[in-house]
Nanobody, 121 residues
């Protein structure tokens, strides 16, 4: 059974940093593209970043580009999101997502339960 478990969410001040983690199990992690999405209160879920199977190609949304970094550890089945220069508008529940296959642009079919990130002074 595929499982994605996010952790690392917290309350942080504007300008601060956080690192989110996602522990994956139940599938061959290194064979699938992965992504982070987020959903703010009252808004649709939105794409944040994705990463290819080897970890050497990433895509970011315009709103987080140059501030967030997605990475993966295939040896330990872990996905990460390093978030720097956080802004209040980054406040959301962040979700880890598994790709339908190895391609980053063919969609994502499984989601974790999410971890709350709140950016506020």
């Amino acid at each position: 059974q595929v499982q994605l478990v996010e952790s690392g969410g917290a309350l942080v001040q504007p300008g601060g940093s956080l690192r989110l983690s996602c522990a994956a199990s139940g599938f061959t992690f290194r064979d699938y593209a992965m992504a982070w999405y987020r959903q703010a209160p009252g808004k649709e879920r939105e794409f944040v970043a994705n990463i290819n199977t080897g970890g050497d190609a990433q895509t970011y949304s315009n709103s987080v580009d140059k501030r967030f970094t997605i990475s993966r550890d295939n040896a330990n089945n872990m996905l990460y999101l390093q978030m720097d220069s956080l802004k209040p508008e980054d406040t959301a529940v962040y979700y880890c997502a598994k790709g339908r296959d190895s391609a980053r642009f063919r969609g994502f079919d499984t989601w974790g339960q999410g971890t709350q990130v709140t950016v506020s002074s």
